[in-house]
């Protein structure tokens, strides 16, 4: 079973539309991630948070919003999709500062 | 601003060539340096990892890195690379600090060919 898991995998939208992206883990961490990927451009951190009541931007926040429910539970929306947000979508999850992230299965999103 | 820089961006060898990625970081302080892989269509996994201690870490599937600080260098490297090595590899750095966070580099495509 995996110890991270985005829905959906992959998603088609139009430009203008909102839309969530959601990440759950089992694996009890208190950090969770948002990444976007895009060919030639590496990971770049869209949002993080370090437990329930603590959510921090990252390099690229604009466009988008993030709340985390619970421990377990971190989402991603796009309030009005653009067709530059186009990309691969990954959320990770870590226990320490510093240490490993441990990445989900990435949901790729195309807004058309 | 720190930044990791990955200055392969596609590297294409025959089975059995010798593997070696470079990364580099700008930043003089604390960092902890991880490689990762990403099989085509998957998710990202830890190859490797270096915190503190030895600087030539072993990882998984053969592969190993070395920090050399004075170069803050932390190159990936395969004695024998195999077909199933094809993928895409990431150096990320964390930098410790007032804006500590995980930072990756561009990635470097291995194609592997038979």
């Known amino acids: 079973d995996a110890d991270v898991t985005q829905t959906p995998r992959n998603r088609i939208t139009k430009t203008g539309k909102r839309i969530m992206l959601e990440c759950s883990q089992t694996k009890g961490h208190d950090r969770m991630y948002w990444y976007r990927q895009d060919p030639g451009l590496g990971l770049r951190l869209i949002y993080y948070?370090?437990?329930?009541?603590?959510?921090n931007k990252g390099e690229i926040s604009d466009g988008y919003s993030v709340s985390r429910q619970a421990q377990a539970k971190f989402s991603l929306s796009l309030e009005s999709a653009i067709p530059n947000q186009t990309a691969l979508y990954f959320c990770?999850?870590?226990?320490?500062?510093?240490?490993?992230?441990?990445f989900g299965p990435g949901t790729r999103l195309t807004v058309t | 601003a720190q930044s990791v820089s990955q200055h392969n961006h596609h590297v294409i060898l025959s089975e059995a060539a010798s593997l070696e990625l470079g990364c580099n970081y700008s930043y003089g302080g604390t960092v902890n340096l991880f490689w990762y892989v990403q099989y085509p269509g998957q998710h990202l996994q830890l190859l490797l990892k270096?915190?503190?201690?030895?600087?030539l870490v072993k990882g998984i599937k053969g592969f190993e890195a070395e920090f050399i600080k004075s170069k803050f260098s932390f190159n990936l490297r395969k004695p024998s690379v195999q077909w199933s090595d094809t993928a895409e590899y990431f150096c990320?750095?964390?930098?410790?600090?007032?804006?500590?966070?995980?930072?990756f580099g561009t990635g470097t495509r291995l194609q592997v060919t038979l």
């Open positions: 270096y915190f503190s201690g030895d600087p």
């Open positions: 948070s370090f437990d329930v009541k603590d959510i």
């Open positions: 990770a999850t870590s226990d320490l500062h510093g240490g490993e992230q441990y």
């Open positions: 990320a750095v964390f930098f410790t600090g007032t804006a500590s966070k995980l930072t």
